[in-house]
């Protein structure tokens, strides 16, 4: 079963607007990711965020995190045509053996 | 940074064939890989997790001997989808993970697309 549940399901923003997507998430978890991927091909990852962590930063993005809500935001700035994408958030749980488990994801379309 | 290849990018076979999809890691050593599953609009769906030398850990409902998972060396996993059908047409994703260095990221390789005539 996924773990991550994002919200919303599909972002439609005009270029220069900012663009936050939100994912919630069950049980606690050792970090989380955010990805992108543009159609039809892999995955890029964005950000990781440990649970030990409130805020990241990496450019245009930023994640938050917090534990208590079991949620997590990415706010892109600034947005562009070219982050047109779907964006899915992963939740890591366990140890050594530990595996991703994505969110359904977000359809953000960015409009020039 | 880490690179991770898949091969072929896309594969067109008729039903009831048999289809193999490479993993590498390209400049690190994969102590684990990952296959995941993914149909139009929706999500990864973990497969199998694989470590170098040992049998996958297939998740539930992933047919074990339709799916089946090599991972021989430290950077290469294979993925052999037998007697493929209409159904099983999908993109098919790989990571590789090393915990050699002390890192537990996963890097994702660029797909796979399978069609099943």
């Known amino acids: 079963s996924q773990q991550g549940e994002e919200d919303p399901q599909a972002l439609s923003i005009q270029e220069g607007e900012n663009a936050t997507m939100n994912c919630s998430y069950k049980?606690?978890?050792?970090?989380l990711q955010w990805y992108r991927q543009n159609s039809g091909r892999g995955l890029v990852h964005l950000i990781l965020?440990?649970?030990?962590?409130r805020e990241k930063h990496s450019g245009r993005l930023r994640v938050t995190l917090d534990t208590s809500k079991k949620s997590s935001s990415l706010l892109i700035t600034a947005s562009r045509a070219a982050d047109t994408a779907s964006y899915f958030c992963?939740?890591?749980?366990?140890?050594?053996?530990?595996?991703?488990?994505f969110g359904k994801g977000i359809t953000l379309s960015v409009r020039p | 940074g880490a690179v991770v290849s898949q091969h072929p990018s896309w594969v067109i076979c008729k039903s009831g064939t048999s289809v193999k999809i490479e993993c590498r890691s390209l400049?690190?050593?994969?102590?684990?890989m990952f296959w995941y599953r993914q149909f139009p609009k929706q999500s990864l769906m973990l497969m199998a997790t694989?470590?170098?030398?040992?049998?996958?850990?297939?998740e539930q409902g992933v047919e074990k001997d339709k799916f089946l998972i090599n991972h021989a060396s430290l950077t290469l996993s294979t993925l052999t989808v037998t007697s493929a059908h209409p159904e099983d047409s999908s993109f098919y994703i790989c990571?590789?993970?090393?915990?050699?260095?002390?890192?537990?990221?996963?890097?994702f390789g660029p797909g796979t697309r399978l069609t099943v005539l």
């Open positions: 049980t606690s978890i050792n970090n």
């Open positions: 694989s470590n170098e030398g040992s049998k996958a850990t297939y």
């Open positions: 965020i440990r649970s030990n962590e």
């Open positions: 990571s590789a993970r090393s915990v050699i260095a002390g890192g537990h990221e996963q890097f």
């Open positions: 992963a939740t890591t749980i366990g140890g050594a053996n530990s595996k991703l488990t």
């Open positions: 400049d690190f050593q994969a102590t684990t």
